[in-house]
């Protein structure tokens, strides 16, 4: 039984897969090589984004999980996407890291903006199946 007393979906059912939203707050090393990935899945999963879900459900006369769906497709595709113009978000990432690294003019600090450039092209190789 949910919360609101209804019974639970069956996740084995063809037209849809149910998904518990939840929190996540690592633990991560300093060492681990998705730690900025992971960093930024702990800030964003603090959100409740079922709020503008239902907002956007109730103008736009489309259910929740249509669009909940939309969102992660979209989310999901990002990255090859991202092969064919990486965008100017992750182009001023990138330019912000060497930049950095430039104004330090040490051999920690480029290591540093190297580590970070490295995991931005990393996730951007997903879609090839090069991702480590």
Not at 1 to 24: C, D, F, I, K, S
Request: cysteine-free.
């Amino acid at each position: 039984m949910t919360a609101g007393g209804g019974a639970l979906p069956n996740p084995a059912q063809p037209e849809g897969r149910w998904v518990l939203l939840e929190p996540y707050g690592g633990p991560w090393s300093e060492d681990d090589r998705n730690a900025n990935f992971k960093q930024q899945v702990a800030i964003y999963s603090k959100a409740d984004p079922m709020t503008t879900l239902d907002r956007m459900s109730r103008s736009q006369d489309i259910p929740v999980g249509a669009l909940a769906r939309y969102v992660l497709a979209k989310w999901a595709a990002s990255g090859s996407d991202g092969l064919l113009e990486i965008g100017p978000r992750v182009v001023r990432q990138m330019q912000d890291a060497v930049e950095k690294a430039e104004a330090q003019d040490t051999p920690e600090a480029r290591l540093e903006a190297y580590e970070s450039l490295r995991q931005i092209i990393s996730w951007l190789a997903v879609p090839l199946g090069r991702a480590e």
